[in-house]
């Protein structure tokens, strides 16, 4: 039996626009969802995955490759954001400074945003920049939610530490969803329920 996030994201899937500057982000009239992590952390692998397509969302070895907020319409009941990933100390001082501006902005301002997906690399566990982003949303009391990336790159056990972790550092945090969801883009693991989790905000 299918669930209602395996039919939304079964539904067609396309790129709006990417935004550099906050005056360029759409107004879809839509509720949105935002995918933000550390550079390299696998954002647009996780977007590709939920939706199905190979190259909806570049994908680039190359940390820092996403320099605007990639906004996507999925099904005209959705929209998704893909924003730059931070975190990356060999981009260019002022080209951080304006993705840092642009997704502050965006995160801090956003009506239609009811949902942002914190990526964190499983291998990895959260660093200080996450922290510096989850402090943002708590202040600005924009709802997020941890998603465990990579985990086919470690073992069970260890999976099960880093979940651990995440949730106890997570409960300190008012905006921060007490669930945390562990995705593999490679594997197919968690996609389903992150599916759910995102078709239930419509």
């Known amino acids: 039996m299918s669930s209602s996030g395996d039919w939304l994201f079964a539904q067609k899937c396309e ?18 969802a935002a995918f933000a992590g550390r550079s390299n952390v696998g954002k647009s692998s996780l977007i590709n995955a939920l939706t199905g397509h190979k190259a ?12 605007q907020i ?14 730059p990933g931070y975190g990356y100390a060999k981009a260019p001082r002022e ?13 801090k301002g956003r009506q239609a945003l009811r949902r ?17 982003l989850m402090a943002m949303l708590d202040e600005a009391a924009q709802s997020y ?11 069970r056990a260890a999976l099960e530490s880093a979940i651990e972790k995440t949730a106890k550092e997570l ?5 921060a969803h007490p669930r945390i969801i562990a995705t593999s883009a490679k594997k197919g693991a968690g996609i389903q329920e992150l599916r759910d989790v995102l078709a239930a905000l419509c």
């Not at 409960?171 to 905006?175: I, L, Q, T």
């Open 15 to 32: 790129f709006i626009l990417g935004a550099a500057e906050l005056s360029q982000v759409p107004e879809t009239g839509l509720p949105e």
């Open 56 to 67: 909806l969302a570049r994908t680039s070895n190359t940390p820092g490759r996403t320099q």
């Open 70 to 83: 990639n906004f996507f319409d999925l099904g005209g009941r959705l929209t998704l954001a893909d924003l």
């Open 95 to 107: 080209t951080i400074r304006q993705w840092t501006r642009l997704v502050n902005a965006y995160l």
């Open 116 to 132: 942002t997906c914190l990526l964190i690399d499983a291998r990895h566990g959260l660093k200080d920049s996450d922290r510096s």
């Open 145 to 155: 939610q941890a998603v465990l990336t990579k985990c086919d790159k470690i073992k």
């Open 171 to 175: 409960a300190a945090h008012p905006a």
